[in-house]
T-cell receptor, first 111, second 114 residues
Framework: LAKTTQPISMDSYEGQEVNITCSHN???????ITWYQQFPSQGPRFIIQ???TKVTNEVASLFIPADRKSSTLSLPRVSLSDTAVYYC????????????FGQGTELSVKP | SQTIHQWPATLVQPVGSPLSLECTVE??????LYWYRQAAGRGLQLLFY??????ISSEVPQNLSASRPQDRQFILSSKKLLLSDSGFYLC?????????????FGAGSRLTVL
């Protein structure tokens, strides 16, 4: 089972770029890497997904090295509203649908 | 478009009482369905997942159970609630068995057991 490890918390200031790294050493060949954002008392929300190299959408970029044993979520120019918990999730194709979240990274953006 | 409904939004129950949380997905067929619990504001614990109407897997042995009476309906139940069952319960659905799975979550049900 592909377990993920992330920093427990991070601090940043408005306007800065934030990079959150997730380790997933035993990722399987068919697994994708997906990042979610969660605000208090809400369900997590999809941010971005990738398999390898770099993926970019309107809110974030995802960098995945060739060995795929880690990934980095990049949030450009964060604002106060980006304060949330960010989860990295690796799909496990050998477990028939089981998706287990790690502890996530609590990002605090300060003015 | 697909939508997921989860109810009730909040629930206060005494210890030893039964529980029933319902989740329904619209706009898709044969979704994968999930129940997660979140205690103390962090950490999503996978409770149950189902990749088909007769396939429900339990992740954590406890006094909770799940059923899938219809393709797009997922119910979380308990016969006797414990104090430790308090938490934020989240239902989610996805389409792919795994791999490129993207979860879409409901709004959640906050359960307080007194």
């Amino acid at each position: 089972l592909a377990k993920t490890t992330q920093p427990i918390s991070m601090d940043s200031y408005e306007g800065q770029e934030v990079n959150i790294t997730c380790s997933h050493n035993n990722i399987a060949t068919n697994d994708y890497i997906t990042w979610y954002q969660q605000f208090p008392s809400q369900g997590p929300r999809f941010i971005i997904q990738g398999y390898k190299t770099k993926v970019t959408n309107e809110v974030a970029s995802l960098f995945i090295p060739a060995d795929r044993k880690s990934s980095t979520l990049s949030l450009p120019r964060v604002s106060l509203s980006d304060t949330a918990v960010y989860y990295c999730l690796v799909g496990d194709t050998n477990q028939g649908g089981k998706l287990i979240f790690g502890q996530g990274t609590e990002l605090s953006v300060k003015p | 478009s697909q939508t997921i409904h989860q109810w009730p939004a909040t629930l206060v129950q005494p210890v030893g009482s039964p529980l029933s949380l319902e989740c329904t997905v619209e706009g898709t067929s044969n979704p994968n369905l999930y129940w997660y619990r979140q205690a103390a504001g962090r950490g999503l614990q996978l409770l149950f997942y189902s990749i088909g109407i007769d396939q429900i897997s339990s992740e954590v042995p406890q006094n909770l159970s799940a059923s899938r009476p219809q393709d797009r309906q997922f119910i979380l139940s308990s016969k006797k609630l414990l104090l430790s069952d308090s938490g934020f319960y989240l239902c989610a659905w996805s389409r792919e068995p795994s791999g490129a799975n993207v979860l879409t979550f409901g709004a959640g049900s906050r359960l307080t057991v007194l």
